[in-house]
């Protein structure tokens, strides 16, 4: 079965996205398989309001682990599986806590691993940045990494908040040649062409 990663920055809004996707496609209770930077594995399975509530969170550094679930894409007249896989977030420093920081590396690892990777950015944050550079480092080397793969999209999320529209702007000028889809992971806006995307490469 293919792997679908879910990466970027803390607080891009991965797992608001990865959970209303799957709501968009239908799904109603989610079993979330957790695998750990240590190495423990952890089945959960939640309805959609319950995993909102306990997986996304205002602070940074919310997930600190791979959360997989299946998801089902019609194709055709049948569907295609594939594992999509929420991830740590990413930062431009090193982070003073170890364990967020093997949580970073476990991240690093999956991008290599998967088949196609969803990358987030904040596009209401980029907006905002008057830095000269939109992306920071992190962001840039990720899409530096994944552009030599073919399933590769970025997603600039958050599109409802002010700012956005620039932050859009900013990044299609910085990631010439990429595809970038704007979404709304809370509104579940621009969800039919990054299904279209995913279905096109699994
Ligand atoms: N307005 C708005 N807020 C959003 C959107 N997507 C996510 N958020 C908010 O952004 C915050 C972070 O969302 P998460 O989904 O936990 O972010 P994450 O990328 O998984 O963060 P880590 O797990 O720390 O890497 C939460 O308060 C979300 O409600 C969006 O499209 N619009
Ligand atoms: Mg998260």
Redesign the pocket.
């Known amino acids: 079965m293919k792997e679908c990663l879910v990466i970027?920055?803390?607080?891009?809004?991965?797992?608001?996205?990865a959970l209303n996707f799957a709501h968009y496609l239908g799904v109603t209770n989610l079993e979330i398989t957790f695998r750990h930077p240590n190495g423990l594995i952890a089945k959960k399975t939640y309805s959609l309001a319950a995993a909102r509530r306990e997986?996304?969170?205002?602070?940074?550094?919310?997930?600190?682990a791979l959360q997989s679930f299946v998801l089902d894409l019609p194709v055709g007249k049948g569907a295609k599986r594939c594992t999509f896989t929420?991830?740590?977030?990413?930062i431009d420093h090193i982070h003073a806590d170890v364990e967020v920081r093997r949580a970073i590396a476990q991240t690093l690892g999956a991008i290599r691993e998967a088949d196609l990777i969803l990358h987030?950015v904040?596009a209401?944050a980029v907006g905002r940045t008057d830095a000269p550079s939109a992306l920071g480092e992190v962001d840039y080397q990720v899409a530096q990494f994944a552009q030599l793969r073919s399933g590769y999209a970025v997603l600039a999320?958050?599109?409802?908040?002010p700012g956005a529209a620039g932050g859009l702007e900013r990044l299609k000028l910085e990631l010439p040649g990429h595809a970038v889809f704007p979404?709304?992971?809370?509104?579940k806006r621009g969800f039919r062409e990054v299904k279209g995307f995913v279905q096109r490469y699994l």
Not at 8 to 17: C, I, P, Q, V, W
Not at 55 to 64: E, F, K, Q, S, Y
Not at 86 to 90: A, E, I
């Open positions: 970027g920055k803390t607080h891009a809004g991965k797992t608001l996205f997986l996304v969170g205002p602070a940074p550094h919310m997930t600190r929420d991830t740590s977030g990413l987030l904040d209401a999320n958050k599109m409802d908040l979404i709304s992971a809370l509104y």
